[in-house]
Nanobody, 122 residues
Framework: VQLQASGGGLVQPGGSLRLSCAAS????????IGWFRQAPGKEREGVSC????????YYADSVKGRFTISRDNAKNTVYLQMNSLKPEDTAVYYC????????????????WGQGTQVTVSS
């Protein structure tokens, strides 16, 4: 059972990146899956989540209107399109999945991927 995160990198302010989180060993159907981020010296923040069964989404206020989460059921993968990136978006991004959105939101998901670094800097 594994969540494989990818897509991080270095981008200038105003730029875009797309993160991917691919699941293996289990199907994402009936799971809430999404992204957390943690910057140095800051608490972990839930960024965005999608219900894989019905497509309901959650976004933190800090990313609303800039980030879009989507899913590809056939590929068992979730994506986070990040546009209009700001230096304050710099962090390690982690994907996480749980059958319960409440557990996901609390940061106690049963499955976690490795982090991918996103750096927004000129």
């Amino acid at each position: 059972v594994q969540l494989q995160a990818s897509g991080g990198g270095l981008v200038q302010p105003g730029g875009s990146l797309r993160l991917s989180c691919a699941a293996s060993g289990f199907t994402l159907y009936n799971y809430a899956i999404g992204w957390f981020r943690q910057a140095p010296g800051k608490e972990r923040e839930g960024v965005s989540c999608i219900s894989h069964s019905d497509g309901n989404t959650y976004y933190a206020d800090s990313v609303k209107g800039r980030f879009t989460i989507s899913r590809d059921n056939a590929k068992n993968t979730v994506y986070l399109q990040m546009n209009s990136l700001k230096p304050e978006d710099t962090a390690v991004y982690y994907c996480a999945a749980d059958r319960s959105f409440s557990s996901w939101y609390a940061g106690t998901s049963v499955y976690w991927g490795q982090g991918t670094q996103v750096t927004v800097s000129s």
